[in-house]
């Protein structure tokens, strides 16, 4: 009897890890909540890179959404917040990225409805090589 709960234990943790998409861990995701009259907002969360190479994204996109941006964001000396888009964001292999507030963010535009916190963004992630990831980032609110 013990010996079928360790094999059906083992079985379990080998679906978990196959489940990850492109050798990569996705922690803490989430999206900011829109006010009715609102298109834009930001998703942040920490992308880990568990592969053996660098990735790089190579395009980002939303069915929710007109465009989906990296950015990243920077005080000038007159203290305006900038942001800047990044086209390529690589991750080296082991490594990985924090998109957070006042740092480097997932710009969401042209929101097609608004979010509404318990529901879910979908964010399609391309990279330069290797199978392409699919978020699904629930709404939380402001
Ligand atoms: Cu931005």
Same mark, same amino acid.
């Given at each position: 009897?013990?010996?079928?709960?360790?094999?059906?234990?083992?079985?379990?943790?080998?679906?978990?890890?196959?489940?990850?998409?492109?050798?990569?861990?996705?922690?803490?995701?989430?999206?900011?909540?829109?006010?009715?009259?609102?298109?834009?907002?930001?998703?942040?969360?920490?992308? #880990?890179?568990?592969?053996?190479?660098?990735?790089?994204?190579?395009?980002?996109?939303?069915?929710?959404?007109?465009?989906?941006?990296?950015?990243?964001?920077?005080?000038?000396?007159?203290?305006?917040?900038?942001?800047?888009?990044?086209?390529?964001?690589?991750?080296?292999?082991?490594?990985?990225?924090?998109?957070?507030?006042?740092?480097?963010?997932?710009?969401?535009?042209?929101?097609?409805?608004? #979010?509404?916190?318990?529901?879910?963004?979908?964010?399609?992630?391309?990279?330069?090589?290797?199978?392409?990831?699919?978020?699904?980032?629930?709404?939380?609110?402001?």
């Amino acid at each position: 009897m013990k010996y079928i709960i360790y094999v059906l234990y083992f079985l379990t943790i080998c679906t978990a890890a196959s489940g990850d998409e492109a050798g990569l861990k996705t922690t803490d995701f989430y999206v900011r909540e829109t006010p009715p009259t609102i298109k834009t907002t930001a998703a942040y969360g920490k992308l #880990l890179n568990r592969s053996k190479s660098s990735l790089i994204i190579s395009e980002i996109s939303s069915p929710q959404a007109k465009t989906i941006e990296i950015h990243s964001t920077k005080v000038d000396e007159k203290g305006m917040v900038e942001m800047d888009e990044v086209t390529s964001l690589r991750i080296p292999p082991g490594k990985s990225v924090r998109f957070e507030p006042g740092g480097l963010h997932i710009m969401v535009m042209g929101l097609k409805n608004p #979010l509404k916190a318990g529901e879910q963004l979908e964010v399609d992630i391309t990279f330069s090589k290797g199978k392409p990831l699919k978020l699904m980032i629930p709404v939380r609110k402001l």
